[in-house]
């Protein structure tokens, strides 16, 4: 790396700091594989010794079985030993294809360029992925604490898909800049040890059917105890290295950024940052819209116009910019939705938010070349690479039969009439897309005259009551989580609020403020609902329609009482289940069964409640009513001589979710029915 290259004093001292708790948890790690060792050594030694001390001939067969034994668990922990601490990280390709110079020469022309401009390493592979993202990877294992392995650089083709050329060479660098990163020794290390820990201590999966694959012995109990020994000591030194890594993360982040802006200029780096987020969201609805229909065997071709097709009618929604058949998103939209006015450096995040990046990068005001052409000019055949990537999406759908590929048009019709049946009409705004209406006695709000009446359905849905809908729920965000510093489940020292800072301490007296502030919005909103409620029984009383908006209301109230007892009945018996995701001894497996069939008996009878309800009729399907009913009727065993019964299991699990989908459901579409029906009061009025 060039000397030129230069890092600033607080990613300087950041990686410094890094090193040091490298070298601790190095040291800590090296340390339990040598005890282990030493351990499975003494354990050999040790049934060395109980043989020979057999006292005579007649007993030498039982001290033969107690020295076998010994050995057996001493072998059973080595084994576990290598497989715990010697495992092979690597990352999968499966859905990626590899690309060189001689099939994609124009992107690698720009990574030789931009490697060169940053005097970093060309990437040892270049992979093409399908999402809205890049990124440096390594594959790792235990020799890669030592030695570091190389970078490989991976580009998703929905990131291409919503970018144009110069801010793709913006995000392109910025992986680059992690790159020049490891010219301090830092970056790759701490990437790989954080791989590797993560995939011994963090991954549950892994854990979990590590020691399962030990359990059919009988002496399984000692790798289990071992293993929770080990993880237990390591996460405590891991707790020291990560605190460190995730504030060298963020640092390099801003340094990253830096360096793209460099290459590409402050302009296309802020707008790509902006974006990334409708891309995202928008890749992930196409990704819904088809995981939805593996039942009706529909999928693409190629889900990359589909993508910028969504992308598209999103912007339109909010009103974006449309240049090149891009969305352009501003500072001011992407903040419209969050009006929090909470500030915590988190030392837990890994990234800096958006926002900050952003902010960074305009400090810098870098000049920029802006180019609004496609990102796909860097790409040679893109069209045959967005249908080899996307059938590598659906490489592990199971469908029943042959799939059928949906046209580009097929998919825009079906999914603009799911949009219109999952949507509010326009004219509302946007009210009512993140709260629900607040809860009011019909009677008494009709019966009272001192409310004051919209007189037009033009003067409800303006900015100014937009924005305090926004500031109510930005407000709430706010407050539940100075309420956790206050309680200490957030452990942080201080934090800013709206301009102003506050220690850790002070938090619990500007809680109690704040609700107070959050309780006079409540009632402002409450109020703004009545007088909405009012305006549009005026309305009905005027087409004698009174009865029926009443009882819109009045089923929209009872359903969101019972979803809240619905999420409860879910989250408990979620929460009752979970033990059946770890290792436990048999006795304690039965106790824990009998709990969670405590919490299964009061599912079904919410089972048997919305079957029976009227207002969730229309949101069941037929299979699902067969379903339910089947579960309701049968006793399932989930636990029987002493293994799981996985099938059973499995309907449980698919019961669960099925039942919330569907209770979820309830109370949007009887909020959708009130007010589309207020918008026929709306037009039959103005229609009269």
């Given at each position: 790396m060039s000397k030129k290259q230069s890092y600033p004093s607080k990613y300087r001292a950041q990686a410094i700091r890094s090193v040091f708790t490298i070298i601790f948890f190095i040291i800590v790690?090296?340390?339990?594989?040598?005890?282990?060792?030493?351990?499975?050594?003494?354990?050999?030694?040790?049934?060395?010794?109980?043989?020979?001390?057999?006292?005579?001939?007649?007993?030498?067969?039982?001290?033969?079985?107690?020295?076998?034994?010994?050995?057996?668990?001493?072998l059973t922990l080595l084994v576990f030993i290598f497989t715990f601490f010697f495992r092979k990280q690597t990352v999968d390709r499966s859905g990626w294809i590899e690309v060189n110079n001689e099939n994609q020469p124009k992107l690698f022309k720009l990574i030789g360029t931009i490697s060169k401009q940053l005097e970093t390493n060309f990437p040892q592979k270049v992979y093409l992925g399908a999402g809205v993202d890049a990124m440096v990877?390594?594959?790792?294992?235990?020799?890669?604490?030592?030695?570091?392995?190389?970078?490989?650089?991976?580009?998703?083709?929905?990131?291409?898909?919503?970018?144009?050329?110069?801010?793709?060479?913006?995000?392109?660098?910025?992986e680059f800049g992690h790159f020049t990163q490891r010219s301090l020794n830092i970056y790759s290390?701490?990437?790989?040890?954080?791989?590797?820990?993560y995939k011994m201590l963090m991954d549950e999966d892994f854990y979990q059917h590590l020691i399962l694959s030990f359990s059919k012995g009988k002496i399984y109990w000692v790798v289990l105890y071992y293993s929770r020994i080990i993880r237990w000591i390591l996460r405590k030194a891991y707790h020291v290295v990560l605190k460190s890594f995730m504030a060298l993360s963020r640092e390099m982040e801003f340094h990253a950024d830096e360096l793209s802006a460099n290459i590409g200029g402050t302009i296309p780096a802020v707008t790509a940052l902006l974006r990334l987020q409708l891309?995202?969201?928008?890749?992930?609805?196409?990704?819904?819209?088809?995981?939805?229909?593996?039942?009706?065997?529909?999928?693409?071709?190629?889900?990359?116009?589909?993508?910028?097709?969504?992308?598209?009618?999103?912007?339109e929604n909010h009103h974006m910019e449309m240049i090149n058949d891009l969305p352009q998103v501003t500072k001011d939209i992407f903040s419209w939705f969050n009006r929090s006015k909470l500030v915590i450096e988190n030392q837990w995040a890994s990234h800096p938010s958006i926002i900050d990046r952003v902010n960074n990068l305009e400090e810098l005001n870098i000049e920029s070349n802006v180019s609004y052409d496609s990102?796909?000019?860097?790409?040679?055949?893109?069209?045959?690479?967005?249908?080899?990537?996307?059938?590598?999406?659906?490489?592990?759908?199971?469908?029943?039969?042959?799939?059928?590929?949906?046209?580009?048009?097929e998919?825009?019709?079906?999914?603009?009439?799911?949009?219109?049946?999952?949507?509010?009409?326009?004219?509302?705004?946007?009210?009512?897309?993140?709260?629900?209406?607040?809860?009011?006695?019909?009677?008494?709000?009709?019966?009272?005259?001192?409310?004051?009446?919209?007189?037009?359905?033009?003067?409800?849905?303006?900015?100014?009551?937009?924005?305090?809908?926004?500031?109510?729920?930005?407000?709430t965000v706010d407050i539940r989580t100075i309420d956790s510093i206050a309680k200490g489940e957030f452990k942080i020292d201080i934090f800013e609020y709206d301009g102003k800072k506050y220690k850790a301490n002070e938090s619990a007296e500007l809680c109690d403020k704040l609700k107070?502030?959050?309780?006079?919005?409540?009632?402002?909103?409450?109020?703004?609902?009545?007088?909405?409620?009012?305006?549009?029984?005026s309305l009905a009383e005027s087409t004698e329609n009174k009865t029926e908006l009443k009882m819109h209301y009045e089923t929209y109230f009872n359903l969101i009482e019972q979803d809240k007892d619905n999420l409860k009945v879910y989250l408990d018996l979620i929460g009752a289940i979970q033990f059946m995701y770890f290792v436990h001894t048999f006795s304690q497996i039965e106790s824990k069964m009998i709990a969670m069939r405590e919490k299964e008996n009061i599912f079904i009878?919410?089972?048997?409640?919305?079957?029976?309800?009227?207002?969730?009729?229309?949101?069941?399907?037929?299979?699902?009513?067969?379903?339910?009913?089947?579960?309701?009727?049968?006793?399932?065993?989930?636990?029987?001589?002493?293994?799981?019964?996985?099938?059973?299991?499995?309907?449980?699990?698919?019961?669960?979710?099925?039942?919330?989908?569907?209770?979820?459901?309830?109370?949007?579409?009887?909020?959708?029915?009130?007010?589309?029906?207020?918008?026929?009061?709306?037009?039959?009025?103005?229609?009269?």
């Open positions: 790690y090296l340390l339990l594989l040598i005890l282990s060792f030493a351990l499975v050594a003494f354990l050999f030694y040790f049934s060395v010794l109980v043989i020979l001390s057999a006292p005579g001939q007649r007993s030498i067969f039982i001290f033969l079985l107690m020295g076998f034994t010994i050995d057996v668990i001493a990877f390594y594959d790792s294992n235990f020799r890669n604490l030592f030695f570091p392995s190389k970078e490989n650089l991976m580009i998703g083709l929905g990131l291409v898909n919503s970018m144009t050329d110069c801010e793709l060479k913006t995000v392109v660098a910025h290390y701490v990437y790989i040890e954080n791989q590797i820990i891309a995202g969201d928008s890749f992930h609805n196409v990704w819904q819209f088809y995981s939805q229909r593996i039942s009706e065997n529909l999928k693409t071709e190629n889900v990359y116009p589909q993508h910028k097709f969504i992308m598209k009618k999103i912007a990102a796909w000019n860097y790409f040679v055949n893109p069209e045959e690479l967005q249908r080899e990537i996307t059938e590598k999406l659906f490489r592990n759908w199971q469908f029943a039969e042959a799939p059928v590929d949906l046209s580009y048009s998919f825009e019709k079906i999914y603009m009439d799911e949009i219109n049946k999952h949507s509010y009409d326009k004219r509302y705004s946007y009210f009512y897309e993140y709260r629900n209406i607040s809860r009011f006695d019909l009677r008494s709000v009709i019966e009272d005259n001192e409310i004051r009446v919209f007189q037009k359905f033009n003067e409800i849905y303006i900015d100014e009551n937009l924005n305090l809908i926004y500031q109510f729920t930005g407000l107070k502030v959050h309780e006079d919005m409540y009632q402002k909103i409450t109020g703004l609902d009545k007088r909405i409620f009012k305006f549009f029984y009878e919410r089972i048997k409640k919305i079957l029976s309800d009227q207002n969730y009729s229309g949101l069941i399907s037929e299979t699902q009513r067969e379903e339910f009913q089947t579960f309701v009727d049968q006793k399932l065993i989930y636990f029987e001589n002493q293994q799981y019964n996985s099938e059973a299991l499995k309907t449980l699990q698919d019961t669960i979710f099925e039942f919330y989908e569907v209770c979820s459901k309830a109370p949007f579409y009887s909020l959708k029915k009130l007010l589309d029906f207020q918008i026929e009061l709306l037009d039959t009025n103005k229609a009269n």
